[in-house]
């Protein structure tokens, strides 16, 4: 068994980057993500990488474009608000077809809204994050150990896909700390024969682009990217099952309102109430497939988030509208409690 050390979820993502291969940070400090940062300003010299606090959100989000357009794995993170500056650069990455990952602890919005903990980028993350017809991998950690084995997922996915992925956390996250292992398997190094890394005389040049003005090219492109993006979805899906057996209610959650939920669960089913949960862990592809299977034994579906209800549209997607589905919710940096979700799983139980 690997030995586990105490980590804050900011800096379980910034070692795991370093882990995964990551030498090239570009970022801009802002609450609550800035931990990771200042980690990456210390590491990145240690380890011959680059670290560049950059003057604007604006400007990271092209470093990394330039970078990965050098075939190297790099990566910027961010919060809410920087995330909306990064908007138009992630799309120029999906435009180009360049690998990225792109962490974004969430805050209170819109606007500067607050410094505490949100899950209300859900639609940003999870519909694009820019212009244009694209998808980013989103994926959304529950705990410190999760916050760091899916930053190296997010780098594997990212590189194997030709795609950004972004991990999705909130402030909550990536402020506590937990024990975490650095025992990662990390994949081989993808080949990238793509990358605008010299000819060396030995082939045409390599250019890397994201415009294309003849229409037919572009939609081209587009199809062709989305055969990918089908590839993903059935290939790459993740997603827990909770107490799902014999469930009569269900509850969907993810990142910290789904361990807040767990308690609830817990206290509900010593009161002998049949709930249990399912836990997107990627909110891009969402999991369609558990609840082919809840639809068919639950009575009611929870969705407890930390927004006006963004998740709850793709879970009535995914279960089809065949059973209801209610919004358990706080929002503005306010997080949902266990006595909260129970009291909606209890009034959904009479």
Request: glycine share 8%; hydrophobic share 40%.
């Amino acid at each position: 068994m690997s030995e586990k050390v105490l980590m804050k979820g900011n800096e379980a993502i910034a070692e795991a980057a370093l882990k995964a291969g990551c030498k090239h940070y570009f970022g801009y400090p802002i609450t609550p993500q800035t931990e990771i940062a200042a980690y990456m300003a210390k590491r990145m010299p240690k380890i011959g990488g680059t670290f560049l606090q950059a003057e604007s959100e604006i400007a990271a989000i092209n470093m990394v474009y330039g970078v990965s357009s050098a075939g190297k794995r790099v990566m910027t993170s961010s919060s809410s608000p920087g995330i909306s500056l990064k908007s138009e650069g992630l799309s120029y990455l999906a435009g180009a077809d360049l690998p990225a990952l792109v962490v974004n602890v969430q805050r209170g919005g819109p606007g500067l809204g607050g410094i505490q903990p949100s899950q209300s980028d859900y639609f940003q993350a999870t519909k694009g994050g820019g212009h244009g017809d694209f998808r980013m991998i989103v994926l959304a950690p529950a705990s410190v150990s999760e916050m760091a084995h899916l930053t190296v997922k997010g780098f594997d996915l990212a590189d194997k896909y030709r795609m950004t992925a972004m991990i999705l956390a909130d402030g909550t996250l990536g402020q506590m700390m937990e024990p975490v292992s650095m025992d990662f398997d990390v994949k081989e190094t993808y080949e990238k024969p793509w990358a605008t890394d010299g000819t060396k005389g030995k082939r045409e040049k390599n250019v890397v682009n994201s415009l294309f003005l003849d229409p037919q090219t572009l939609e081209d492109k587009v199809f062709e990217r989305y055969e990918r993006y089908k590839k993903i979805e059935e290939n790459e899906t993740l997603y827990e099952n909770y107490l799902m057996n014999d469930a009569e209610i269900c509850i969907v959650a993810f990142g910290i309102s789904a361990r807040v939920s767990k308690n609830a669960i817990d206290e509900a089913r010593k009161m002998g109430v049949k709930v249990g949960m399912i836990r997107p862990i990627t909110l891009w592809p969402f999991p369609k497939k558990p609840f082919k299977d809840a639809v068919t034994k639950v009575k009611k579906i929870i969705t407890v988030e930390m927004s006006m209800g963004q998740m709850i549209e793709d879970v009535k997607l995914a279960s089809e509208c065949k059973v209801p589905v209610e919004l358990c919710n706080r929002t503005g940096g306010m997080i949902p409690t266990p006595e909260q979700v129970l009291q909606a799983i209890l009034k959904a139980n009479k």
